[in-house]
């Protein structure tokens, strides 16, 4: 069974810093591309960042470069964002999701629950 179990959400005050994870099991690790995305209240899901866990290639939105740092731990099967300087605009549901094969995540096969970060002004 294909499991993304993604957790570190919470309430951060404008400045801080939090870090996702995103456990993954019931597949073959790097041959996927793990990704972030969320959703905002009223908002569609955009993606955030995304990591070729083969190659370790990463790519991040506009909106966060310079302040997410996306990583991958392939020995426990994990991937992290790193969420630094946040913004009240940042606040959404966070998910992780994988795609396979094409090293990016235009279109995710599997995906997470989602967890909650608030970022208070």
């Known amino acids: 069974e294909v499991q993304l179990q993604a957790s570190g959400g919470g309430l951060v005050q404008a400045g801080g810093s939090l870090r996702l994870s995103c456990a993954a099991s019931g597949f073959t690790f790097d041959d996927y591309a793990i990704g972030w995305f969320r959703q905002a209240p009223g908002k569609e899901r955009e993606g955030v960042s995304c990591i070729d866990t083969s190659s370790g290639s990463t790519y991040y939105a506009d909106s966060v470069k310079g302040r997410f740092t996306i990583s991958s731990d392939n020995a426990k099967n994990t991937v992290y964002l790193q969420m630094n300087s946040l913004k009240p605009e940042d606040t959404a549901v966070y998910y992780c999701?994988?795609?396979?094969?094409?090293?990016?995540?235009?279109?995710?096969?599997?995906w997470g629950q989602g967890t909650l970060v608030t970022v208070s002004s």
């Open positions: 999701a994988a795609d396979y094969g094409l090293g990016y995540c235009p279109n995710p096969d599997y």
